[in-house]
């Protein structure tokens, strides 16, 4: 990379390296079980085998292969289609160690694999804290009560009579690099990132409902509960149910799946994802919130001063390069596009820089496509690989000129006790052989 870096670049090295012999003993065991814990759910080493026992150089030019010297199956052999079996490694993934149980638990996106800024619905990341309620959309009910003047028990059929609205929206878990806090490192940008996704969202303002229902002066909160066995329970600002929040029944085109909440769900565009809740079954407005469980002994942000942060709703500006990345290195030397996705739970992104010196000098990014507020950004680089060391790290900007802090920063402001809103500059290490590994810098 740039000459004047390299002494900064072997300087940062070494204190990744110091970083990584630091690690306290319950880091570092973290760390361990996050290395096994990849190797042993992944499927990306199969899919990789399977394509290698199916290759053969009989099927390449000037030969002509088999699909081409024959027919294949016609129409309606697959009546829902499905990725090319090639594409089997591109799958949601677990972390094992991370939670006690599969049916409160969660699953990462494989960011590595996507582009543009839609995620596939089948790989957008799972979060329950019950499993995945079988809920009959027939017998299904969305009621609204508490301070209003005429409570309402809506069928799916007559909720989507109101107008409706489609919105390109992401979603976060407010847990997502929340490993990170202490120093645990995961190799590899599906577990790093991963709990995050960008669908098109399909349905009704809840201002809409709620003025159809006759919000009372006293009304400042509202309550959402889920139809699932935890009957998960979050409490949402008036100021924020009035904005930008719909009650969601589509996704990409379709209805939702069962594991985003089918057959209808919460989205509050640019807030933790939690607070979306899920197979919503009950809107209660209130005079204050209620202090559920997902609002205090969890999703709550403890300080270096003992104090918990609450009610801490919006996901900061954050961005990562998604190539290249753990598990997309460089094969050979040459020009690439570099590429990552920024996104703000404030607004648009204005901007994201790119550093290949770990900091030290910043280019532009080109803003690739679309650039929706509350949606996740693409953003690219040229960049030519001349088999040298880089550490390579994005930052965004939003439209309220907010900056995605370093990790120094984000520590000296919270302090590293924390699990939620991490947002801070993620660092990528590119070594000699082109294999890219996750590192902190101070
Ligand atoms: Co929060």
Known sequence: ???????????????????????????????????????????????????DALAS???????????????????????????SAFESGVVRRTVP????????????????????IITPSGLVFERYHGGVPAVNPDDHRLMIHGLVSRPLVLSMDQLMRFPSVSLIRFIECPANGGMEWRGA???????????????EWTGVPLSVLLEEAGVKPEGRWVLAEGADGSAMTRSIPMEKALDDTIVAYAQNGEMLRPEQGYPVRLLNPG???????????????????WHQREETSKYTDLMTDGSARQFTYVQEANSVITFPCPEKPLR????????????SGRGRIRRVDVSLDGGINWQPARLKGLVLPKALTRFS??????????????RAVDETGYVQPTLTQLRQARGTESIYHKNAIHTWRLDESGAVTNVQIE
């Open 97 to 116: 160690w991370l939670t006690a149980s599969a049916i409160s638990s969660i699953s990462f996106t494989p960011l590595q694999d996507l582009k543009g």
């Open 1 to 51: 990379m740039a000459d004047p870096g390299e002494d900064r670049i072997a300087q940062l090295l070494g204190r990744v390296a110091r970083k990584a012999n630091g690690l306290s003993q319950p880091d570092r065991r973290e760390f361990l079980r996050a290395g096994l814990a990849f190797a042993g759910s992944t499927a990306l080493g199969s899919a990789a085998v399977m394509r």
């Open 271 to 289: 807030w933790e994802g939690n607070t979306s809740v899920k197979w919503l079954r009950r809107l209660e407005v209130g005079d204050k919130p």
């Open 185 to 199: 490192q995961m190799e590899a940008l599906q577990f790093t990132h991963g709990m995050l996704s960008c669908c």
């Open 332 to 343: 050979e030397k040459g020009r690439y596009e570099l590429e990552g996705l920024a996104w």
């Open 57 to 83: 150089a009989d099927n390449l030019p000037p030969n002509v292969p088999p699909w081409t010297r024959s027919v294949g199956p016609g129409v309606v052999t697959n009546p829902y289609g499905a990725p």
């Open 381 to 394: 680089l040229p960049f030519d690989w001349d088999g040298g060391r880089a550490l390579l790290q994005s």
